[in-house]
């Protein structure tokens, strides 16, 4: 039986489905003084540093230029060849400098004073259609400073990073392809719950493009990856790249809301972004799927030098773009006209040759969100519910809980929980 047959099987408690009402987002309750308060924030408890009140203490016009022309300081770090620290510098972020194209191989941007306050500012006032921002995108600087700073910490990072919760009461919890569908990340972290030391999210590529948010979405992740550099992961997916999101709405997008300089930026972050993340030494998650040769080596992917464009052919391509096919157990052409598909026995020799037990992707529209095929060695997640307004799919997220999971006719790991949303 196929997912879709078997999941309809699965009693609706264990099948749970939270709707989120987007009516409750980001409600600002105005004061007849003018001062305000949200009452559903986005991630933080609507409190200042000092713990008292937004609302009590200042207007939002005031909140807004106290964090982009004080609080966020744009630093020019500069290290020596070991990458120590030299010395930095402070960019004024009301100026128009141009500072991105005088960095040099040993220098890098931070932007200081970016917490989950300044995050929720920017979700719930900036970027909400009729926030009380009087800009809908933020201050340019204080954007190519986000990307540059994400852009740091992702080179810093292995093609593969390793996580382990095993002995912890840390969820990790895997999103699939989000393709600029905003206003479900919200929801996402609203009903899942934010990023934090106790949940870890690994964002699995595909955030750009077809939906019209995709600057948000990414902003947003970025910002998230800056405040929470070991709590959220981003796996590069094939729309992080120059040719799809030229073609399918991100350049355009970027365009109207920014300048060509911050699109370039984008790039510059997706040539950047890792390929997978290894959880427990037995989930293997990448966007896209397997190579064409199984005995390859989780020290290959190590070694892939990732910093270009993926290109056509050859083990970075693969990781991004391929998908698992039930047609043939070996190898098989792909649907999308580019490279090929793999079916049952590649997964289970990958598995077996490098001693792991699943392999998570996303990559794919399923109906539910969620599918579990190679004899539930592979599953897919996909989290954009209602794909491109049309489609009437439910998202679906994953959490990895060792031995806190929940078993159920379509779901035979108890390390594993699998949860659908609208
Ligand atoms: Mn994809």
Same mark, same amino acid.
């Given at each position: 039986m ?9 009693? &609706?408690e264990?099948c749970?489905? &939270? ?18 308060e949200?009452e ?16 009590e203490e200042? =207007?939002w016009?005031i909140?807004? &230029? ?5 609080k ?6 500069v290290?020596?060849?070991k990458?120590?620290?030299? *010395? ?12 991105? =194209?005088?960095?040099?191989a ?10 989950e306050?300044?995050?929720s ?21 204080i ?7 994400a852009s ?5 990072e ?18 699939g ?8 990340v ?14 870890v999210?690994?964002?699995?590529g595909d955030?750009?493009?077809r939906?019209?948010?995709?600057? =948000? ?13 070991k ?24 365009l109207?809301?920014?300048?060509n ?7 510059d972050?997706?040539?950047?972004l890792?390929l997978?993340?290894?959880?427990n ?12 040769n199984?005995?390859?080596?989780? @020290? ?7 910093f ?17 096919? @039930?047609?043939?157990?070996? #190898?098989?052409?792909s ?14 020799a990958?598995l077996?040759f490098?001693?792991?037990k699943?392999?998570i992707?996303?990559h ?6 969620i ?14 519910? *209602? ?8 998202g679906?997220?994953l959490?990895?809980?060792?031995n806190?999971?929940?078993?159920n006719i #379509?779901? @035979? ?9 609208i």
């Open positions: 196929t997912t879709d047959q078997l999941i309809t099987q699965i009693p &609706k264990l749970y489905k &939270k709707i989120f009402n987007n009516s409750n987002l980001n409600k600002v309750l105005v004061h007849d003084d003018g001062t305000y949200c559903t924030d986005f991630l933080h408890p609507n409190e200042t540093e000092k713990g008292k009140k937004i609302s200042l =207007e016009g909140v807004e &230029k106290y964090y982009l022309e004080e966020l300081q744009i630093i020019k770090v290290s020596d060849s990458g120590n620290f030299v *010395n930095e510098e402070i960019i004024n972020s009301n100026t128009e400098t141009a500072f991105e =194209e005088n960095l040099n040993n220098e890098h941007i931070e932007v200081r004073g970016l917490n306050e300044f995050i500012l920017m979700v719930n006032e900036i970027f909400r259609p009729y926030g009380r921002s009087s800009s809908n995108t933020l201050p340019l600087n954007a190519k400073s986000i990307i540059l700073h740091h910490i992702f080179k810093n292995p093609n593969m990073t390793h996580l382990n919760n095993e002995h912890s009461n840390q969820t990790i919890t895997v999103i392809d989000v393709h600029g569908q905003f206003k479900n919200k929801g996402i972290f609203h009903i899942f719950g934010k990023v934090s030391q106790e949940h999210y690994i964002f699995n955030f750009v493009d939906g019209i948010y995709s600057c =948000e979405i990414t902003f947003l992740l970025y910002c998230l990856k800056i405040v929470f550099p709590n959220i992961f981003i796996n590069r997916g094939n729309h992080e790249s120059l040719i799809m999101s030229t073609v399918y709405g991100f350049k355009r997008e970027t109207r809301k920014y300048n300089t911050l699109f370039e930026l984008f790039q972050s997706f040539q950047s890792p997978c993340v290894c959880v030494n037995d989930y293997l998650i990448m966007h896209g799927g397997l190579m064409s199984p005995e390859t080596s989780l @020290d290959e992917i190590l070694e892939v030098n990732r270009s464009e993926p290109g056509n052919v050859g083990l970075f391509h693969d990781l991004l773009w391929t998908d698992p096919t @039930d047609e043939t157990d070996d #190898l098989g052409p649907k999308r006209g580019l490279g090929f598909s793999f079916g049952k026995s590649i997964t289970s990958f077996k490098n001693n792991l699943k392999i992707r996303s794919e529209l399923k109906e539910h969100g599918d579990y095929s190679h004899d539930k060695q592979l599953i897919t997640v996909f989290s954009a519910p *209602n794909y491109c307004g049309f489609h009437g799919n439910k679906a997220v959490h990895i809980k060792p806190k999971g929940v078993k #379509l779901n @035979d790991d108890a390390n594993l929980e699998f949860e659908t949303f």
